[in-house]
C-alpha cells in the first residue's frame, strides 16, 4: 500500500511513532486493526489483521497491544490511537479498576481479555506513551493507519 502523501495534514502533523487503528463495519460485525511504525516519516514496520466478527473497541484495543511488537524494547516511542476510548482505558481507568481487581465500579471490565494484557504491557514499558490523535481531519499516518484496517477488514 502506497503511503499517502502529507500535504494536506495539518499543522503539528506527527512524522514519528506507531499509529494504530480500528474498524468494524457494521459495529459489531467484521472487523480490522493496523499499527504503522514511522520513523521520520517512513515506514518502519506494519502489522494488521482482522477478526470476523467483533467490534470497534476490540479492534481498537487490539491494534493499541499489537502496535507494542513494532517498538524494540527500551526505545522511547509515542504510539497514537484515534479512539479516545482506549487510550483514556490505558492513561486513566485501568489504574482503578487493577485496584479494585478488575472490576469498575458499576460492574466488569469490557473487554477485560485485552484491556488486562495491554494495560500491563505498559507498565513493563514506561518508555512508551499513547497519547490521542483527532481521527480523519488528515494526520497523514493515521490515516494510512484507518485505511490499513479497513483493507484488513474487507478482507475477512
Known sequence: MTPPVGQDAPAGDPQDGVFTDGTATPNPGPGGWAAVHVSGGAVVAELSGADPDTTNNRMELTALLR???????????????????AVRTVNEWAA???????????????????????????????????????????HRWNEYADRLASRASAAS
Open 67 to 85: 502496535a507494542l511488537e513494532l517498538v524494540p524494547e527500551g526505545t522511547a516511542e509515542v504510539v497514537y490511537s484515534d479512539s479516545q476510548l
Open 96 to 138: 482503578g479498576w487493577e485496584a479494585r481487581g478488575w472490576r469498575r465500579s458499576r460492574g466488569p471490565v469490557e473487554n477485560l481479555d485485552l484491556v488486562r494484557p495491554l494495560y500491563e504491557a505498559l507498565r513493563a514499558r514506561p518508555e512508551i506513551e499513547v497519547r490521542w490523535i483527532r481521527a480523519h481531519v488528515g
